[in-house]
């Protein structure tokens, strides 16, 4: 500066004692413009200058400080970082004292230690202060998930161990590398949606719920689309940890039941004979399990301590007509009720007529032995069935008839079509229900 000033006064003045005064006058400029730029060590990080220290030896003697204090407190040697530079330079700034020299180096720069960098799939993840911190890590990470002495625990994923100089203020302690590694980072886990997935599904399927799912998407409808992305998880854990272990536990084996015809018992009813009684049986699984969820479970040896008893029932068979609800009969046909039992034309009509179409099936109102099956008079076509216990159904005025007279039917079988045969008017069923040869309301039983 003082050179560039100096050439410039004698382009200009080319006069002798002008050009000897001016020399003169910046002389003096020169001598005191120096004696304000005074001897003072630059410290840069990184080609950036963080400070100024009076001189080389107090900043080195600061720097030895910091590192000694931060090597105690890492038990182990740290440096400074490769970006630190000191350079004795001439500056009209103020050095720094010592106290405040500390403050700004403790902040600013960078200080290192021999430390080891974990990779995953090739990626770096986690950075420990040596060796033998990043197998501590990887030994709690597995003691995390190993459930008993005979539990195999490994990690999925390829990890690598790099030894090389690491930023102090970037170390993992144990603690956050197995938080990260069991949590993960900010990767979130996504599903394309598949046919048929719901929100509730995929809340089942990734452990999580409903509002959770919405809250991560919230641009998505409750009407999953076909192929479209959702995010499942805000994090995906850093490592897998895959426990196998062998898992023995006693279950009960269901019992049967067996059911045993009882003609002494109403239909519709039962009476248990003998408990059911589930058996014991002692299985052993092979499970794998996934960062604790289990994921595989084979069934390796499997030991029946105790059979199971099966149970016994009866079941009634016996027949019995019950009044109004119980359900004993069925409607023998479909239709609608277009005569009453009562009297009718000045005679007692002596069951109901069912509004069905020609032709269309009549079924039996409950099981039973047919007792006739033919033509009866104005009866027309008919079937009677009896169903024990004096109960009989009468079917008239059939157009065909599909059953003999002998034959045993069960309720709802087909025995004949709806017609006109006899005396009617039309097409219907006429339906009598018969207890001790006298004729009851049928509506009372359907
Ligand atoms: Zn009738």
């Known amino acids: 500066m003082r050179v560039k000033l100096a050439k410039q006064a004698e382009n200009k003045q080319p006069h002798k004692y002008k050009l000897l005064i ?56 740290v440096t400074v970082g490769k970006d630190l530079e000191l350079k004795t330079t001439k500056s009209s700034k103020e050095p720094l004292n010592e106290q405040e020299l500390y403050a700004v180096l403790a902040g600013k720069v960078d200080f290192v230690t021999r430390g080891v960098l974990v ?49 102090i203020n970037e170390l993992d302690t144990i603690e956050r590398a197995l938080q990260l590694a069991q949590q993960g980072k900010d990767k979130p886990i996504r599903h394309i949606v598949q046919e048929n997935d719901t929100l509730w599904d995929l809340a089942v399927t990734y452990d999580t719920s409903v509002e959770e799912l919405m809250r991560l998407n919230p641009e998505t409808s409750e009407n999953l689309q076909l192929g479209q992305e959702i995010i499942t998880s805000g994090y995906a854990p850093l490592l897998t940890v895959i426990s196998e272990f062998e898992l023995t536990q006693e279950e ?19 009476k248990t004979i003998r408990q059911g009684e589930p058996g014991i049986k002692k299985v052993t699984y092979r499970v794998t399990a996934q960062n604790g969820k289990i994921t595989e479970k084979k069934i390796v040896t499997e030991d029946v301590i105790k059979e199971p008893q099966a149970g016994i029932v009866n079941r009634g068979t016996k027949f019995v007509l019950s009044f109004r609800g119980g359900g004993a009969l069925v409607w023998p046909a479909s239709g609608s009720v277009t005569s009453r039992l009562g009297p009718r034309w000045g005679r007692s009509h002596t069951g109901i007529d069912i509004d069905a179409g020609y032709g269309s099936q009549v079924w039996a109102a409950g099981p039973g032995r047919v007792v006739s099956a033919g033509w009866n008079g104005g009866y027309g076509q008919m079937v009677a069935i009896s169903h024990g216990n004096n109960v009989v159904t009468r079917y008239a005025h059939l157009s065909s008839i599909n059953v003999k007279a002998g034959q045993t039917v069960d309720s709802r079988q087909f025995i004949g079509r709806v017609g006109t045969s006899g005396n009617t008017t039309g097409p219907n069923l006429h339906f009598e229900v018969l207890i001790n040869g006298a004729q009851k309301n049928p509506l009372n039983y359907l």
């Open 119 to 167: 990779k995953i799939k090739g990626s770096p993840e986690l950075q420990f202060k040596n060796r033998a911190t990043a197998d501590s890590f990887f030994q709690k990470l597995k003691e995390r998930y190993r459930t008993g002495a005979n539990c195999e625990v490994s990690i999925a994923e390829k990890t690598e161990i790099i030894e090389q100089e690491i930023n």
């Open 252 to 270: 009960k084996i269901p019992f049967e039941t067996e059911y045993i015809n009882d003609s002494s018992l109403p239909r519709g009813t039962s």
């Open 22 to 77: 001016t020399a003169l006058v910046l002389g003096i400029l020169a001598v005191i413009i120096g004696a304000s730029f005074t001897g003072v060590c630059a410290i840069s990080v990184g080609g950036e200058i963080i400070a100024y220290g009076e001189n080389k030896k107090q900043v080195d003697k600061i720097i030895n400080r910091l590192t000694s204090e931060k090597s105690q407190v890492l038990g182990q040697e």
